[in-house]
């Protein structure tokens, strides 16, 4: 029978792999991981020791998860060292990254197809055209892809997983 810290470990190592897979380090997702995990709010140390990386690792990673709104210092009466805790409930993990990924990557992107959009649309000749109709059909795309994403990032659980539940089971409303 395996013990708790070898599932952990388990855990982890799959988390870490997957936010690779997701364009995240993966020394991140395995921070998160462990913070998930744990019982308690854990110190930098702590975090080297049991994911087996160095300080600069951990402090990049807990400086990653903390700019994504992931996670955060937590303060434990009579310590002089700074904790860490992440956000455990899937659900607003789920709405932190999807308001995430849309501010960091989405937005971005639509702010350059809206740029060559409008730097071609008055443009004589063919090869503008094509190109200024291909970016806008692009930009019509991610447009309602953000648009999507915005009600997703700024819905709440409830409402969301009714929607969820309707699409998987393939009944309209």
Do not use: Y
């Amino acid at each position: 029978m395996s013990s708790l810290s070898e599932i952990q470990d388990d855990f982890i190592a799959q988390w870490g792999q997957l936010g690779a897979q997701w364009g995240i380090s993966k020394t991140m997702a395995q921070i998160q991981a462990l913070l998930m995990t744990s019982t308690e709010p854990l110190n930098t140390d702590q975090i080297m020791d049991r994911l087996v990386i160095s300080r600069g690792n951990a402090h990049g990673g807990l400086k990653d998860l903390m700019n994504w709104g992931l996670a955060r210092k937590v303060s434990l009466k009579g310590e002089r060292k700074e904790f860490f805790r992440t956000e455990k409930d899937p659900w607003k993990i789920f709405f932190i990254v999807a308001r995430e990924r849309r501010r960091r990557e989405i937005q971005p992107l639509l702010e350059m197809l809206n740029s060559c959009e409008s730097q071609t649309r008055d443009e004589a000749g063919q090869d503008f055209a094509t190109f200024h109709e291909q970016i806008k059909t692009l930009n019509d795309f991610v447009g309602l892809a953000d648009s999507a994403l915005g009600r997703v990032a700024n819905s709440e659980k409830s409402r969301i997983s009714r929607w969820l539940l309707r699409l998987v089971s393939g009944k309209e409303s």
